[in-house]
């Protein structure tokens, strides 16, 4: 008998860097100076691969669509790929598509991330990623993906999956007119504090939550160490996030959304989903690199 899997994974789209963590800086580099880190630690990045991972970790089944280099660098760390337990069913492999590189810098109470692109975002294996028996959930993991691929969301609706979409930073595109009519369709939109503000053009993040749950069913607002809020309808949550020690941020908010998803997924109420989220993210920060350690098992 030839039984089909449930819906239950997430598609998570984005693209995969080469992290270079540099830790515990007294202070951000400034030009003409120069600052020495504590450690260093190259990972592999990214929202699309971190939300994935968390999620794996979570149990809840991921494949990563995604393109992936083949310079020394990707090849160094491919294995972090191979182990973490993600679908790598949709991964394609280019020379152009890397070395997709992201300095991350981190001090005790500051960040900063200096990176480069490369290549494409959308690789060929879209279409079959987004008609995957087992896909429940499309994660955009950044808005840069949706503006390479406009159609991306709604290829994703007429395939029957939900999607959920973290704009993520980008200078040249956080405050482009037009942005979240370009979102349309999107079910769970994910910003943090300062990407909502830049969005919306509000003054606080609680008038820029008001703005958003106008255009999306669900909004959940990243705040770091202050915790989250979400917005559904007439529904308005916060939690606080608990007291942890902190080793590095990065990731952290693509963590929170693993959590939320994962919990959003099972159907558990939205509290719980706010919730699963600062619990995720609190997690994250206290480990070097965003994505958990990894797994042995495959989540297929």
């Known amino acids: 008998m ?103 810098m981190t001090g005790a109470e500051d960040r900063a991330f200096l990176s480069c692109r490369a290549g494409r975002s959308i690789p060929a294996q879209f279409a079959n990623a987004l008609t995957w028996e087992r896909a429940a959930l499309l994660h955009i993991a950044e808005y840069a993906t949706l503006a390479d691929q406009p159609d991306l969301v709604s290829q994703a609706k007429a395939a029957g999956l939900a999607v959920a979409l973290d704009p993520s930073w980008d200078e040249t595109l956080i405050s482009k007119p037009g942005l979240l009519e370009a979102c349309t369709g999107v079910d769970i939109f994910l910003p943090n504090a300062e990407e909502a503000i830049a969005i919306t053009g509000k003054p606080d993040v609680t008038e820029a939550l008001e703005v958003l749950t106008a255009y999306f069913p669900v909004v959940a607002i990243k705040c770091g160490g202050a915790g989250g809020l979400l917005g559904a309808g007439t529904i308005r949550l916060s939690a606080r996030a608990p007291k942890v020690h902190v080793v ?5 908010g693509d963590a929170f959304n693993a959590g939320l998803i994962d919990a959003y997924l099972a159907g558990r109420p939205l509290g719980d989903c706010l919730d699963a989220g600062i619990a995720a993210g609190s997690l994250s920060v206290q480990s070097i690199g965003g994505a958990p350690r990894p797994t042995k098992s495959l989540a297929v």
């Open 2 to 104: 030839n039984l089909k899997s449930p819906r239950d994974a997430v598609v998570s789209v984005g693209r995969i860097y080469c992290d270079l963590v540099f830790a515990e800086l007294s202070g951000m580099p400034q030009m003409g100076r120069e600052v020495f880190a504590r450690s260093m630690h190259p990972v592999l990045g990214g929202g699309a691969f971190i939300a994935a991972a968390h999620l794996i970790q979570l149990g809840r089944p991921a494949a990563l669509l995604a393109s992936y280099g083949t310079d020394p660098l990707s090849e160094v760390l491919a294995p972090q790929l191979e182990t973490s337990g993600i679908d790598l069913g949709f991964i394609e492999r280019r020379a152009d598509a890397g070395p997709q590189v992201t300095v991350v």
């Open 248 to 252: 590095d941020t990065t990731g952290a």
